[in-house]
């Protein structure tokens, strides 16, 4: 079936080092990934986004990579600082033939980031 | 703009009863969606709207009702709640349901604890 899914449940990181969390996902039609940070009792915040015609991305400190041959998502974010804490989600979406998957995003079970000053 | 506020923070209910988790958008977007979150599950769809008027079912909707008569509110109802529904609940809404560039934006959350 569908899925997405972390490798690492959880990583710790010292202040000013770059992160990298990555994801797996099994749907070869998925055309749109989404990175999400969810910092505690609060909603899911978008941080980034790709499109399948693309293998790297970058905003302001992040940059997602995409791996289409082996289904591999990650998000580097550089120089890392302790209001990065936080869990991070990555997303799927399906591709619009069909119609079924169009629109719904299908989550991973999230990385908890540590920062450590 | 508030973006997507979610009312109560927390519900504590019990067994059978039934209520209403309020959800309000300011962004005029179309898409609309409720989410819950369960340790080791990720977020899981229950029911979603890609305008007024129209709600679909997502991938867990037993037990849930939705009803979407205007586009900036989007309430999810307990008919008769049980332990299993105990979750935090986001809504969720996006200019378009599926375009590039037009990201789901959540609420805060609610925290329901059925005993």
């Known amino acids: 079936g569908e899925s997405v899914g972390l490798h690492l449940p959880t990583l710790s990181v010292q202040e000013g080092d770059n992160s990298i969390i990555n994801c797996a996902y099994s749907?070869?039609?998925?055309?749109?990934f989404i990175w999400y940070k969810q910092e505690s009792g609060k909603g899911p915040q978008f941080i980034i986004d790709?499109?399948?015609?693309?293998d790297k991305r970058q905003g302001q400190r992040v940059t997602v990579l995409l791996n289409k041959t082996v289904k591999h998502l990650s998000l580097q974010i550089a120089a890392t600082q302790p209001g990065d804490s936080a869990v991070y989600f990555c997303?799927?979406?399906?591709?619009?033939?069909?119609?079924?998957?169009?629109?719904?995003?299908?989550f991973g079970q999230g990385t908890i980031l540590t920062v450590h000053p | 703009n508030a973006g997507v506020t979610q009312t109560p923070k927390f519900q504590v209910l019990k067994t059978g009863q039934s209520m209403t988790l309020q959800c309000a958008q300011d962004?005029?977007?179309?898409?609309m969606s409720w989410y819950r979150q369960d340790p080791g599950m990720g977020l899981r769809l229950i029911h979603y709207?890609?305008?007024?008027?129209?709600?679909d079912q997502g991938e867990v909707p037993n037990g849930y009702n939705v009803s979407r008569s205007t586009t900036e509110d989007f309430p999810l109802r307990l008919l008769s709640a049980a332990p299993s529904q105990t979750s935090v609940y986001f809504c969720?809404?996006?200019?378009?349901?599926?375009?590039?560039?037009?990201?789901?934006?959540f609420g805060n959350g609610t925290r329901l604890t059925v005993t």
């Open positions: 969720a809404s996006s200019y378009g349901r599926s375009s590039y560039n037009s990201p789901l934006h």
């Open positions: 749907n070869s039609a998925s055309d749109y």
């Open positions: 790709i499109r399948s015609n693309m």
């Open positions: 997303a799927e979406m399906g591709g619009s033939a069909g119609g079924t998957s169009y629109g719904k995003l299908t």
């Open positions: 962004m005029n977007h179309e898409y």
């Open positions: 709207s890609v305008g007024a008027g129209i709600t």
